[in-house]
């Protein structure tokens, strides 16, 4: 069964790096698959941020490209966000996901999410 | 960028009723790139529909989704208690690389 963990702080300071990482069971993050971040605000909703594959290559959200950086650690099966100089608005509930690559596109395995505040 | 609009904002039934959820896209969309999620508090979003009328695993028959180029449409047939969320629906566009989600319609019991 395929699992999606984010772990990380709660709390980060304006102006800060906000660095989350997900945690994944029950299938290969070397699989065929690419890997997500989502963040959910009352304000905007649901905001895609970014995805990697295994190979390295990463895809960003253009609003947010000049701040976000996604890594991976394939020997721990887990996936990693880093977004730089952090303000209030990206207060956030931040969720991993995996991505369905192949004739369709969609996220169908989630984290439970995890949220991340920016206050000093 | 191509924006997702979804109509109404809210909407009001009772279980056993018949709910019908629309999403229209800014501009002509793949529909196999079109997704659906339900999201109850304190989840994370749950795939319904991807290919814009393929269930997910484990979706009852009650779901179903319709449409192609800019209009799409996520019906519910006879409510059950637990399809009361908000609903989202997903597009997936090439250039640049870029999942975006409409606003959401909030289904609630009436």
């Known amino acids: 069964q395929v699992q999606l963990q984010e772990s990380g702080p709660g709390l980060v300071k304006p102006s800060g790096t906000l660095s989350l990482s997900c945690a994944v069971s029950g299938v290969s993050i070397s699989s065929d698959y690419y890997w997500s971040w989502v963040r959910q605000t009352p304000g905007k909703g649901l905001e895609w941020i970014g995805e990697i594959y295994h190979g390295g290559k990463t895809h960003y959200n253009p609003s947010l490209k000049s701040r976000v950086t996604i890594s991976m650690d394939k020997s721990k099966d887990q996936f990693s966000l880093d977004l730089s100089s952090v303000s209030a608005a990206d207060t956030a509930v931040y969720y991993c996901a995996r991505n369905f690559w192949g004739d369709f596109r969609y996220l169908d395995y989630w984290g439970q999410g995890t949220l991340a505040a920016v206050s000093s | 960028e191509i924006v997702l609009t979804q109509s109404p904002g809210t909407l009001s039934l009772s279980p056993g009723e018949r709910a019908t959820l629309s999403c229209r896209a800014s501009q002509s969309i793949n529909s196999d790139y079109l997704a659906w999620y339900q999201q109850k508090p304190g989840q994370a979003p749950r795939l319904l529909i991807y290919?814009?009328?393929n269930r997910a695993t484990g979706i009852p028959d009650r779901f179903s989704g319709s449409g192609s180029g800019t209009d799409f449409t996520l019906t519910i047939t006879r409510l059950e208690p637990e399809d009361f969320a908000v609903y989202y629906c997903?597009?997936?566009?090439?250039?640049?690389?870029?999942?975006?989600f409409g606003q959401g319609t909030m289904l609630a019991i009436k």
């Open positions: 290919g814009a009328s």
């Open positions: 997903q597009q997936y566009g090439y250039s640049p690389p870029l999942y975006t």
